[in-house]
């Protein structure tokens, strides 16, 4: 059974910053796509930042400018640093890992981060 494993996350000051990563337990051939989303209390799980194998990379708009996603796709491994942060970016940060944009995929357990004002 894969897992996929997250860290970085924590309480910090608005205005702070913080780098999430998401590393699988075992290697997972074919994957095209490793992504960022957010859980807020009462709220769906959004996008937040999604890479593509081919270097493409798409953000949630709230993030543009502030959050920058990198991957290394060979090793499995996806990076979310976030720079500048609101109290709206608090919420549950899942990675997920997928073979195409539609795939189900696989989901990490989620990491908490929380931002003061």
């Known amino acids: 059974q894969v897992e996929l494993v997250e860290s970085g996350g924590g309480l910090v000051q608005a205005g702070g910053s913080l780098r999430l990563s998401c590393a699988a337990s075992?290697?997972?051939?074919?994957?095209?796509?490793m992504g960022w989303y957010r859980q807020g209390r009462g709220q769906e799980r959004d996008l937040v930042a999604r890479?593509?194998?081919?270097?493409?990379?798409t953000y949630a708009d709230s993030v543009k400018g502030r959050f920058t996603i990198s991957g290394d796709f060979p090793g499995n491994t996806v990076y979310l640093q976030m720079n500048s942060l609101k109290p709206e970016d608090a919420g549950v940060y899942y990675c997920?890992?997928?073979?195409?944009?539609?795939?189900?995929?696989?989901w990490g357990q989620g990491t908490q981060v929380t931002v003061s004002s």
């Open positions: 075992r290697k997972i051939w074919g994957i095209t796509y």
């Open positions: 890479i593509h194998s081919g270097g493409g990379t």
């Open positions: 997920k890992f997928g073979r195409s944009m539609r795939d189900v995929g696989y």
